[in-house]
């Protein structure tokens, strides 16, 4: 698949760190699982990783945390 980005590169599977921002948190996760862009480093998510991040985020965010630092586990 060519990266709808930078339209050369082409996309392989790996893993990135997310970064997010919600309310007054900011939320960093390691080692997601995503599809990479090896031209320009752009990531794509599945529906079910994008779901998985976006739980680990409001649960950060619901804590209370400013600063939430996670290393992805399955």
Do not use: N, W
Not at 1 to 19: F, N
């Amino acid at each position: 698949m060519k990266c709808v980005i930078c339209k050369t590169g082409e996309v392989a599977s790996g893993k990135t760190t997310v970064v997010m921002h919600r309310k007054d948190t900011s939320i960093i996760i390691k080692d997601v699982p995503a599809d990479i862009c090896q031209t320009c480093g752009e990531y794509y998510l599945s529906e079910e990783m994008t779901e998985q991040v976006l739980k680990r985020a409001e649960s950060a965010s619901a804590k209370g945390a400013e600063v939430e630092i996670l290393r992805f586990a399955a």
